[in-house]
C-alpha cells in the first residue's frame, strides 16, 4: 500500500509540503557544516522545524520566548532537555545507519523517553544522505519536545 502510487504521492507532497522540505535542507546543511544537533547554533532549527510541523502553537505566546532561553519560555525548557539527553543521544548522531545495532539504538530511545516526566513526543529522522566519497553515510537525529 505504502508503494502504490509512489510517484503520484511524492509529487503531492512536493507540492504541498515543500516547507519540510526546506526546514530539512537547511538543517541537514548545518549538521553537514559541522553545527553539533546539541549546540546552541543548532537550536533554532531545532525550533524552526518543530513550528513548521504545527508545533508553535504549543510554545506558547510570544517569538521570543520560542528562540531566547534566557526569556525563560520553550528554549529555555528545550535547552534543559537537550542536555538532559546529550550524552546518551549524541553518539547516534555519527551512526551510520548501515552499521547501527538497532537493538543498542532502541535501548537509547527508550532510555531517553524514560527521563521524561512528562509525555513526549519523539521524532526520529533517519536521512541526511551524503555522498560526498566512499559509502553513503546517514545520520539519526533525535529531536526530543516537551509540551
Excluded: W
Aim: aromatic residues 8%; hydrophobic residues 40%; contains cysteine.
Amino acid at each position: 500500500m505504502l508503494l502504490l502510487n509512489a510517484s503520484g504521492k511524492l509529487e503531492k507532497f512536493n507540492r504541498y509540503c515543500l516547507h519540510y522540505n526546506l526546514v530539512a535542507q537547511a538543517a541537514y546543511e548545518q549538521l553537514k557544516n559541522g553545527v553539533g544537533p546539541f549546540s546552541t547554533g543548532y537550536r533554532p532549527f531545532i525550533i524552526t522545524a518543530l513550528i513548521s510541523f504545527d508545533m508553535g502553537r504549543m510554545m506558547g505566546a510570544g517569538v521570543g520566548q520560542k528562540y531566547e532561553p534566557e526569556q525563560g519560555g520553550f528554549a529555555s525548557k528545550l535547552d534543559l532537555k537537550m542536555k538532559a539527553i546529550q550524552s546518551d543521544i549524541e553518539p547516534l548522531c555519527t551512526m551510520s545507519i548501515a552499521n547501527a545495532e538497532i537493538e543498542g539504538v532502541s535501548q537509547v530511545i527508550k532510555k531517553v523517553t524514560l527521563l521524561s516526566q512528562k509525555k513526549v513526543s519523539t521524532v526520529c529522522t533517519v536521512g541526511g544522505k551524503n555522498s560526498t566519497s566512499g559509502p553513503r553515510k546517514y545520520f539519526i537525529s533525535l529531536i526530543h519536545t516537551f509540551s
